[in-house]
């Protein structure tokens, strides 16, 4: 088949992100200018330079309350975030983030996850993740959207600080295997790796 987004597909759910597919998540810790802690998760993120570090982060749509999402709201202003790493065994936690709710509500107290310290940034991280990026903001994108009253932006920041847990390294490497990252594929589905294969490059 073939389509045009702009005209029915003609298919039951919309299969986009379905295609493009598995996802990292990025489950952002960030805080707003009262120090009210919000936590959550965005399937359209990934690592887009390595030298320096820097991570994108497609967040698409208002906040219920009015203006931009409290995650674009919170890093716009403050400068800086958290992508705690979500794995196999942090999927609940995770989905429990994803709830709209209030402004007030810190989405730790709703998931039962711990805040922890960061040691670059002033938003906490997840304990129960293995692996942390603190970033500080870069720059906003502002992206295309077929509806006035929805907005989509791409949110780009800096990687100043790596935490890794010390359990999921092997030979020094990170072990897929013991890190079970979850990834995001279309639909309300969800995989996450369990093993894995090698290919060298050729020349």
Known sequence: MFYKPSEPHGLRRNPFKALVAPRPIGWISSLAEDGTVNLAPFSFFNAMADNPPMVALGINGNHPEGGAKDTLHNVERTGEFVCN???????????????????AIDEFDLSGLT??????????????????????????????????????????????????????????????????????????????VDNFFSLDRPG
């Open 115 to 192: 805040p922890t310290p960061a040691e670059l940034v002033k938003p906490p991280r997840v304990l129960e993740s293995s692996a942390h990026l603190e970033c500080i903001y870069w720059k906003t994108i502002d992206l295309p959207s077929n509806n006035p009253d929805h907005k989509n932006s791409m949110l780009m920041g800096e990687v100043i600080g790596i935490h890794i847990s010390d359990d999921i390294i092997t030979d020094g490497m990170v072990d897929m295997t013991k890190y079970q990252p979850l990834a995001r594929l279309g639909y309300m589905d969800y995989c996450y």
């Open 85 to 103: 790493m979500v794995t196999y065994d942090l999927r609940d936690g995770m989905n429990a983030t994803s709830a709209t709710a209030p402004r």
